[in-house]
């Protein structure tokens, strides 16, 4: 029978390797997409990655088992990520090329943008412009709005979730999304009156 992730922290705690590498294998993938979302770089997003692990093995005596292993483990990563733009003061870059849905079934209004494999060179051309002009947009996005936008949109965390990794209401998440989602179509706006149909 397998065990939950919060079994396997409890044998973690007691220092068993082999959970570890469990908990490892099962996350190691999707915290590194999160957090390569986040800086744009994907040798600084392994150490980084790595050095979440690290601190989830050395930490692991603090973890509350009556409470989701998910959300501890990627609170560590904001935390993470938020140091590294202290640090660095790094372009953030995001890609949103989808339908802003995430696994919950929450949404919010901004209107997915369409790919075509039938398209021409033209229309390639046309497609990595508007590509680039969203990726400078999401990048002057604020570090809260950047992680509010990450973790909706590819991570699947629900508000509540999000609320609870940055310390804020509720309210206070949608507010970001809200304002997040507003300035980048305000932006697109300004850069030609839409994009794929996007007024």
């Known amino acids: 029978m397998n065990q939950s992730d919060e079994e396997l922290m409890m044998e973690i705690a007691k220092g068993d390797k082999k959970s570890f590498n469990e908990l490892f294998l099962k996350y190691k993938e999707q915290l590194f997409n999160f ?9 600084l997003a392994e150490d980084l ?42 372009n953030i870059v995001l890609s949103l090329d989808n ?4 696994s919950n079934g929450e949404t919010v209004e901004l209107k997915e ?3 075509d494999d039938d398209r ?14 969203i990726r400078k947009i999401l990048n002057s996005l604020n570090e809260n709005h950047r992680l509010i936008i990450n973790m909706f949109v590819y991570e699947g965390i629900s508000y509540k979730e999000m609320a609870s990794l940055m310390d804020c209401p509720i309210g206070t998440i949608k ?20 994009i794929n149909g996007m007024q």
């Open 35 to 43: 957090i390569y979302r986040q800086v744009g770089n994907s040798q």
């Open 49 to 90: 990655t790595q050095n979440v692990f690290i601190s989830v093995f050395k930490k692991a005596g603090t973890f509350n088992t009556d409470k989701p292993f998910k959300p501890w483990l990627y609170k560590i990563a904001v935390n993470a990520c938020y140091y590294e733009y202290r640090q660095q003061k790094r």
């Open 99 to 102: 339908e802003i849905e995430n």
């Open 113 to 115: 943008m369409q790919s």
């Open 120 to 133: 021409g060179p033209q229309e390639e051309v046309e497609k990595k412009d508007e590509q680039d002009k």
């Open 175 to 194: 507010s970001r999304i809200y304002y997040a989602l507003r300035e980048i179509k305000e932006q697109i706006e300004k850069q030609g009156g839409g």
